[in-house]
């Protein structure tokens, strides 16, 4: 085990999942930063902290409705108490594949509540903090459908296009208060449970498709974050190399 250090800041992660955002996690903790991770159900969380904190680490797991704007501004106020607030990310899911017609006006409004008013609410409330900090960066996770609306994604494309768009607001406004504003747009299938089952349901094998480690997704994170302000990068796509687009 390593020996734990005292952490000089903190990254806020809302959306911390068992794939892309535990894997940020554990990338910024490499690095001495101290988690603090929320999801809906922070019990989930468990392991991520073990995980974390076996490698010499430091993690916070709370269950936090990001919708919901007293809890995000509340979870944000916790991690820069725990140590100065220095990055966050948002990573958020909410995909759901629906025909049009069978598109309830409750499922569009969940997904948009999820996927775009949740985004605004952790940008909104992570700026606050890091404006007094006077520097920091706000990394948005985006997907195909933030630039291409697909067959029967009508929901979900609607939300990542309103996310991509606050992106691309708050870089404009707050890239001259020295926050860095990016949106990652992950194009592809990433190697998850989920991902897996979804393949095989529709007749293919997941072994015959390149899918994207979340660990490669997260040092992209990381080394966005490490970018001099004069050579910000506002939007990247990612991609395996066989991927076709």
Not at 42 to 58: M, Q, S, Y
Not at 132 to 150: N, Q
Not at 217 to 229: G, K, N, V
Request: glycine fraction near 10%; aromatic fraction near 8%; charge should be neutral.
């Amino acid at each position: 085990m390593q020996n734990k250090k005292q952490p000089a800041a903190s990254v806020a992660i809302v959306g911390a999942g068992d794939y892309i955002g535990g894997a940020i996690a554990r990338r910024f903790a490499l690095e001495g930063y101290h988690v603090f991770a929320g999801r809906r159900n922070g019990e989930k969380l468990a392991p991520l902290v073990a995980d974390i904190e076996a490698n010499g680490g430091t993690c916070t797991g709370l269950s936090l409705d990001a919708r919901q704007e007293d809890a995000v501004a509340d979870f944000m106020r916790q991690a820069d108490e725990a140590a100065p607030l220095e990055v966050v990310v948002f990573n958020v899911g909410a995909n759901v594949n629906f025909p049009v017609l069978d598109t309830t006006e409750r499922v569009f409004r969940k997904v948009w509540e999820l996927a775009c008013h949740a985004g605004f609410l952790t940008g909104r409330e992570g700026a606050r903090r890091l404006l007094a900090h006077g520097r920091g960066s706000i990394f948005f996770t985006g997907a195909t459908a933030s630039v291409r609306g697909g067959n029967g994604y009508t929901a979900f494309a609607s939300a990542k296009f309103g996310l991509r768009a606050v992106a691309q607001s708050m870089a404009r406004e707050l890239g001259p208060q020295n926050i860095h504003v990016a949106h990652l747009v992950i194009d592809s299938g990433v190697d998850t449970a989920w991902v897996r089952q979804r393949i095989a349901a529709s007749g293919g094998s997941p072994e015959d498709r390149v899918l994207m480690n979340p660990a490669s997704i997260a040092e992209t994170y990381w080394r966005l974050h490490q970018q001099p302000r004069d050579a910000w990068t506002h939007e990247l796509d990612l991609r395996p190399n066989s991927e076709t687009w």
